[in-house]
């Protein structure tokens, strides 16, 4: 499978932008789909986390209440709506896919992972 981020960039503190990640190769629709970043210096953290049917959504505590994350199946896309943005949310980001058991939260709980998209945010 392959997926592919975009709709990263530079954005001033308080601003949105909406992440994309594009799936192909394997059926999407019936996977859960995750959000993670990595700032430099730091390990790749959690961001949020989607079931096959958008059923169930999980969210670290940084960006509860600030992100949103969807998926359009018939488009085979996630999204990550990123709201009142701060410079802590500057991070690379990337999408992964899960086709095994565990925890949303847990990096090893994702099988394929996209290539990322730079988010900077400035104060």
């Known amino acids: 499978v392959q997926l592919q981020a975009s709709g990263g960039g530079l954005v001033q503190a308080g601003g949105s932008l909406r992440l994309s990640c594009a799936a192909s190769?394997?059926?999407?629709?019936?996977?859960?789909m995750g959000w993670f970043r990595q700032a430099p210096g730091k390990e790749r953290e959690f961001v949020a986390g989607?079931?096959?049917?958008?059923?169930?959504?999980y969210y670290a505590d940084s960006v509860k209440g600030r992100f949103t994350i969807s998926r359009d199946n018939a488009k085979n896309t996630v999204y990550l709506q990123m709201n009142s943005l701060r410079p802590e949310d500057t991070a690379v980001y990337y999408c992964a896919v899960r086709y095994r058991s565990g925890s949303y939260d847990s990096r090893g709980s994702y099988d394929y992972w996209g290539q990322g998209t730079q988010v900077t945010v400035s104060s």
């Open positions: 989607i079931t096959w049917n958008g059923g169930s959504t």
């Open positions: 190769g394997r059926t999407f629709s019936t996977y859960g």
